[in-house]
Each structure stands twice: as C-alpha cells, then as structure tokens.
C-alpha cells in the first residue's frame, strides 16, 4: 500500500496502520533549507507567488522525511491579499493588515481579482504535482485555506491578538457588518479551494485557528455555519477530495463541528484529549493530529511516551498523526525523524 492511498483512505474513513503523518508547518524555519530559500526573496509574499520556490519549499520535508501529506507553502492570509486588501509580513512581528470597520472596506474585497492573484499560488500546486510524481513520492498533496472567521480576526483586528476582542465586540455590536464580512470571505474561499483541488491539490484543509474564541452561540454562527456551507459547495464542486477542518481549541464544540459541517476529518488541537474526541465525533469522521509541538521540541522519552500514547487512543479509528499546533522554528529536524520512525514502526 503506498502512502499516498494510506493518508486519502485515512481521511476516507478507513483506519489505516500505522497511521499516516505530516505535521503543520513542516516546511519552515526549522529547515536550514528552508531558511536557504528563504534568503533568495525579499518577503514572505514574494516566496510564496513565486511558484518554483514555494514548491520547492513544499517538497523539502517530503524529501528531508517521507511524509504522507505535503501541505502547500502559503499562508491563510494570501486570500484578503488576493481580494486586494493590505498585507505586510513584518520581522518579528507577524503580519499587519488595515483594521477593518466599515461596510465600504468590506465593499472593496474585489472577488473579480480573485482569479488572477492566485494564479501563482495555484501554478505552485501544479508543480508540487508534477515533482511528487516525477521523484515518485507516494505523497497526497494538501490545499488549504484559513476559514473566514479566523480570516476576518485578523482583518478587523489589524494583526495578531491574544484574544481577538474587536471582531467578539463586533459580532454583538455590529453582526449585520460581521455577517457580511463572512460572506464575503466565504464565497471567496470556495472558490480559491476549489481551484486548488483542479490545479491539483488532492485534499483540502480548513484552518479556523481562532475558533476558541468564541461562546458557543456565536461558535455555531461563525465557525459551524461557514464551515458547512464551504463544505457543501467543495461536495459539489470537488466531490472526490477530502475536507479537513480544524476548529482550533473548540473544545466540547468539536462534536457538533464534526457531526454538522461534513467535514471529512478534524484537526485537534493539542489541549484536545483524543479518547473524548473519538468517542465525540461520528465514526464517519477521520481523526488529526494531536502532539504538543513542544513535546517535539523536547524530544528523548517525553516525545516517545506522548507519541505512544496519542497512537495508542487512535489505534482502530481513521487517524491522520499530526501535531495540535505549528512546528515550532527553533525545532531539530532530527527529532521530527525520530518521530516519523517511531510512528511508522507502529503495530
């Protein structure tokens, strides 16, 4: 069996073992040949429209560890750049977006430029395709975008938060402003998923990260509603490729995630305990994730005894191994082989 139809059978709900693997942000930083790459460009932006670098940079941990999944090299913030709207990466500072506020600057999200931004992006997707069957790597190759309520977090707030309070005084003071907002996004995200599924992308995932923001009210109107109608429209548009979604600390919230979007697998995240999650979701609904990233970081016999345990809670449910937040950059790439061993040598 290769690993390609070992991680797409995963998420077909099939419980493959060992499970496969691939990690969020497995290609970054902590590859000294990523950060050779990296020094070729001048911002993020430009290495991640300039297709032979970024796929490139997507085919280094496939190459570096056999990973079963090869996620694109993008950001969740390329789809309001796309639409025209402001964004800057700022060294160690993230990235800086105008602060929304007004119904006129969600009136400017121009969906007719949509097309042509992401024409580099999707060109990557190509040439991720192209070099995965050219140096026959038996890996799936995952699109992604940022689901629209984490999308409009960054927007309104302008950047990072710790605990995104403009867009949650929003959604009460203003939920006409918001709802349209999302709607905005949401229509743009169909569409940039589904032309990554026809350039080539094999699966596709959805990263709400700033889901656990929210009450449970607001949860089902923000996260669960968007997420289903995305979902729906890739089932119609795309109707043999996977959706991952990934509520990021949705806590009890994961159960109806996982039973009303229709999603075909769910992230959790690593304060999520992978025995309640399996017993949450229905038995239709693939598994992902959960290790602490610095529990990979640590390495030695906390990383094999959470490991163990994460693999033991999943054996007999479709499960996808992954981490329950990004790769951190200060990482040793050696440990992360150390980590694919031990899960390969599952059984």
Same mark, same amino acid.
């Given at each position: 069996?290769?690993?390609?139809?070992? @991680?797409l059978?995963?998420?077909g709900?099939?419980?493959?073992?060992?499970?496969?693997?691939?990690?969020?942000?497995?290609?970054g930083? /902590?590859?000294?040949?990523?950060?050779?790459?990296?020094?070729?460009?001048? #911002?993020? &932006?430009?290495?991640?429209?300039?297709?032979?670098?970024?796929?490139?940079?997507?085919?280094?941990?496939?190459?570096?560890?056999?990973?079963?999944?090869? &996620?694109?090299?993008?950001? &969740?913030?390329?789809?309001?750049w796309?639409?025209?709207?402001? *964004?800057?990466?700022? $060294?160690? $500072?993230?990235?800086?977006?105008p602060?929304?506020? #007004?119904?006129?600057?969600?009136?400017?999200l121009? *969906?007719?430029?949509l097309?042509?931004?992401?024409a580099?992006? @999707?060109?990557?997707?190509r040439?991720?395709?192209?070099?995965?069957?050219?140096?026959?790597?038996?890996?799936?190759?995952?699109?992604f975008?940022?689901?629209? %309520?984490?999308?409009?977090?960054?927007m309104?707030?302008?950047?990072?938060?710790? +605990?995104f309070?403009?867009?949650?005084?929003?959604?009460?003071?203003?939920?006409?402003?918001? +709802?349209?907002?999302?709607e905005?996004?949401?229509e743009?995200?169909i569409?940039?998923?589904?032309?990554q599924?026809?350039?080539?992308?094999?699966?596709?995932?959805?990263?709400?990260?700033?889901?656990?923001?929210?009450? !449970?009210?607001?949860?089902?109107r923000?996260?669960?509603?968007?997420?289903a109608r995305?979902?729906?429209?890739?089932?119609?548009?795309?109707?043999?490729?996977?959706?991952?979604? %990934?509520?990021?600390?949705?806590?009890?919230?994961?159960?109806? /995630?996982?039973?009303?979007?229709?999603v #075909?697998?769910v992230?959790m995240?690593?304060?999520?305990?992978?025995?309640?999650?399996?017993?949450?979701?229905?038995?239709?609904?693939?598994?992902?994730?959960?290790? +602490?990233?610095?529990a990979?970081?640590?390495?030695?016999a906390?990383?094999?005894?959470?490991?163990?345990?994460?693999?033991?809670?999943?054996?007999?449910?479709? %499960?996808? %191994?992954?981490?329950?937040?990004?790769?951190?950059?200060?990482?040793? !790439?050696?440990?992360?082989?150390?980590?694919?061993s031990?899960?390969r040598?599952?059984?």
């Amino acid at each position: 069996m290769s690993r390609e139809q070992r @991680l797409l059978r995963a998420l077909g709900a099939e419980a493959v073992w060992p499970p496969p693997v691939w990690l969020m942000r497995q290609a970054g930083r /902590y590859l000294p040949e990523y950060r050779q790459v990296r020094a070729r460009v001048a #911002d993020f &932006i430009a290495l991640a429209t300039t297709p032979e670098l970024a796929a490139e940079v997507t085919m280094q941990p496939v190459r570096r560890f056999g990973m079963d999944g090869a &996620i694109l090299f993008s950001d &969740i913030l390329m789809l309001p750049w796309a639409l025209g709207y402001g *964004l800057a990466f700022r $060294e160690g $500072e993230g990235p800086v977006l105008p602060k929304l506020r #007004d119904a006129a600057a969600i009136e400017a999200l121009d *969906l007719g430029r949509l097309e042509g931004a992401i024409a580099p992006i @999707l060109e990557t997707v190509r040439c991720v395709r192209a070099a995965l069957a050219a140096e026959a790597h038996d890996t799936a190759l995952i699109g992604f975008a940022g689901a629209p %309520f984490t999308v409009a977090c960054y927007m309104v707030e302008g950047g990072g938060s710790r +605990d995104f309070a403009n867009i949650r005084r929003m959604a009460f003071a203003e939920p006409a402003l918001l +709802d349209g907002l999302l709607e905005r996004l949401t229509e743009a995200t169909i569409a940039y998923l589904a032309a990554q599924a026809a350039a080539g992308a094999e699966a596709l995932m959805l990263f709400d990260s700033w889901a656990g923001v929210l009450s !449970p009210a607001l949860f089902r109107r923000l996260v669960i509603a968007p997420a289903a109608r995305i979902v729906a429209a890739l089932r119609r548009n795309v109707p043999n490729v996977p959706v991952i979604g %990934f509520p990021r600390l949705a806590g009890l919230m994961l159960a109806p /995630y996982a039973a009303e979007t229709g999603v #075909d697998a769910v992230g959790m995240d690593t304060a999520a305990d992978p025995v309640l999650a399996r017993a949450a979701v229905p038995p239709r609904v693939a598994l992902q994730g959960n290790l +602490d990233p610095l529990a990979l970081l640590a390495g030695g016999a906390a990383l094999e005894a959470e490991t163990a345990r994460i693999l033991a809670a999943m054996r007999g449910h479709p %499960f996808v %191994f992954n981490l329950g937040h990004g790769i951190l950059p200060e990482t040793d !790439p050696a440990q992360v082989a150390r980590l694919v061993s031990q899960i390969r040598a599952s059984v």
